[in-house]
């Protein structure tokens, strides 16, 4: 059985840091593309980042570009996401996905596997 895994989520400080990461597991995702999802109360699903399935590729939403970055881990199975200097509007239920393409999407519908989200309260 797929599934996926995120971890590092927590509360921090207006300004701050998290890691946060997703450890795949049940196949193999060495040639899946990743990426990273966001939801806050009473909002939809937003695209955050996303990276192809070499690593060499990464695509981020405009409102997180210069502060986060994402990453694959060396197994290619685990992917990280570096949150710095965090803001309020950051707060939300943070998603990991992984889709069967090489290619990294922006589009929700593209991924096929999805995480069941770990939460990140930025406070001022």
């Keep these: 059985q797929v599934q996926l895994v995120e971890s590092g989520g927590g509360l921090v400080q207006a300004g ?5 990461s997703c450890a795949a597991s049940g196949r193999t995702f060495t040639n899946y ?17 996303a990276i ?25 199975n685990t992917v990280y ?4 200097s965090l803001k309020p509007e950051d707060t939300a239920v943070y998603y990991c996905a992984a889709t069967k393409s090489i290619i990294a999407t922006m ?6 596997y999805w995480g ?3 939460q990140v309260t930025v406070s001022s």
């Design 81 to 84: 996401l570096q949150m710095n």
């Design 116 to 118: 069941q989200g770990t």
């Design 33 to 49: 593309a990743m990426g990273w999802f966001r939801q806050a109360p009473g909002k939809e699903r937003d695209f955050v980042a």
């Design 52 to 76: 192809s399935w070499d690593g060499r590729s990464t695509y981020y939403a405009d409102s997180v570009k210069g502060r986060f970055t994402i990453s694959r881990g060396n197994a290619k």
């Design 16 to 20: 701050g840091s998290l890691r946060l």
């Design 107 to 112: 589009a929700l519908d593209g991924y096929d």
